[in-house]
């Protein structure tokens, strides 16, 4: 490292302008060009203070030199700027008045897109109608216009009939039978029987069937036919009601249960031979 910090700087100085500082190499002083310095380009080319006897720079001079070429070049830096901003074209934007239309990819001029008009808004859809509400239930007195629908009622139980055989049998049966309708729909049987027996002192009431449609079961239609039936027989001054019953039908067992009836005897029957 050099003992002269003076010197380190110019040459530190000159290496930033591209530029090689040389040095005095007479130690003694008065002698030859001692103290003296000197510039050259990268080079070689004498730039300050290169002489035929040695070199003829002071420090100042070659500080004072490399100083001056950093405000040079600063200065003409600021000029090409201020030229660059000045010889600029500004740019036009689109919308100024004279400036033509965008092109597309093929050349053609872009022509400017038609504004679509705002879509009527959509009409409010018309509300959904109110559903019907579901048909009452009701118990009437069965007549010849149910017929068919009683005999598909009386499959369900395994008695094959036809409409024709239910009309003979219900202008023949003395007591009601009734029926349980949905609107028109027949969808519930209850045949009742009035007997008077030797040994009893008023007319036993019987609930010969009661059936219901698949479709109308835990709808409490068993409920309406059999109060109904209840009431007819106590009517006509029945003293007891009984329910025929098969015995594999343990579901309808339990209903009768539900509704008050208790398991009183055991009956017994034989096909005619």
Same mark, same amino acid.
Not at 108 to 133: G, I, L, S, T, V
Not at 166 to 184: C, N, Q
Not at 203 to 219: C, F, Q, S, W
Not at 255 to 262: I, K, P, Q, S, V
């Given at each position: 490292m050099s003992d002269d910090p003076a010197a380190e700087a110019l040459t530190e100085l000159a290496r930033n302008r591209g530029l090689r500082l040389r040095r005095s190499r007479v130690r003694t002083p008065g002698k030859g060009d001692f103290g003296k310095f000197g510039l050259t380009d990268a080079a070689g080319a004498a730039v300050l203070g290169?002489?035929?006897?040695?070199l003829t720079a002071t420090a100042a001079e070659v500080e004072a030199h490399l100083r001056g070429l950093n405000t040079q070049d600063w200065t003409r830096s600021i000029e090409a700027a201020e030229t660059t901003l000045v010889? /600029?074209?500004?740019?036009?934007r689109d919308d100024e008045a004279g400036s033509p239309p965008p092109r597309s990819s093929t050349g053609a001029p872009r022509r400017k897109a038609r504004q679509k008009p705002e879509p009527e808004p959509e009409p409010e859809p018309e509300p959904e109608p109110e559903p019907p509400p579901p048909p009452a239930p009701a118990v009437r007195a069965a007549d010849a216009g149910d017929a068919e629908a009683i005999a598909g009622l009386v499959a369900l139980l395994g008695h094959e009939t036809s409409a024709g055989e239910v009309r003979k049998r219900l202008a023949a049966i003395a007591a009601p039978t009734l029926v349980a309708t949905l609107g028109e729909a027949v969808v519930g049987l209850c045949g009742l029987d009035v007997e008077t027996h030797i040994? /009893?002192? /008023?007319?036993v009431g019987r609930v +010969?069937? @009661?059936? #219901? $449609?698949? $479709?109308?079961?835990?709808?409490? *239609?068993?409920? @309406? @036919?059999?109060a109904e039936?209840?009431?007819? *027989?106590?009517? $006509?001054?029945?003293? #007891?009601?009984?329910? +025929?019953?098969?015995?594999? *039908?343990?579901?309808?067992h339990a209903?009768?249960?539900h509704l008050g009836y208790e398991r009183t005897s055991m009956r017994f029957a034989k096909r005619r031979g």
């Amino acid at each position: 490292m050099s003992d002269d910090p003076a010197a380190e700087a110019l040459t530190e100085l000159a290496r930033n302008r591209g530029l090689r500082l040389r040095r005095s190499r007479v130690r003694t002083p008065g002698k030859g060009d001692f103290g003296k310095f000197g510039l050259t380009d990268a080079a070689g080319a004498a730039v300050l203070g290169i002489g035929e006897k040695g070199l003829t720079a002071t420090a100042a001079e070659v500080e004072a030199h490399l100083r001056g070429l950093n405000t040079q070049d600063w200065t003409r830096s600021i000029e090409a700027a201020e030229t660059t901003l000045v010889s /600029r074209p500004r740019k036009k934007r689109d919308d100024e008045a004279g400036s033509p239309p965008p092109r597309s990819s093929t050349g053609a001029p872009r022509r400017k897109a038609r504004q679509k008009p705002e879509p009527e808004p959509e009409p409010e859809p018309e509300p959904e109608p109110e559903p019907p509400p579901p048909p009452a239930p009701a118990v009437r007195a069965a007549d010849a216009g149910d017929a068919e629908a009683i005999a598909g009622l009386v499959a369900l139980l395994g008695h094959e009939t036809s409409a024709g055989e239910v009309r003979k049998r219900l202008a023949a049966i003395a007591a009601p039978t009734l029926v349980a309708t949905l609107g028109e729909a027949v969808v519930g049987l209850c045949g009742l029987d009035v007997e008077t027996h030797i040994h /009893r002192d /008023r007319p036993v009431g019987r609930v +010969t069937i @009661l059936v #219901l $449609a698949e $479709a109308a079961r835990g709808e409490g *239609l068993g409920r @309406l @036919l059999m109060a109904e039936a209840e009431r007819r *027989l106590w009517d $006509a001054d029945c003293g #007891l009601i009984e329910i +025929t019953s098969n015995d594999r *039908l343990t579901a309808a067992h339990a209903f009768y249960r539900h509704l008050g009836y208790e398991r009183t005897s055991m009956r017994f029957a034989k096909r005619r031979g």
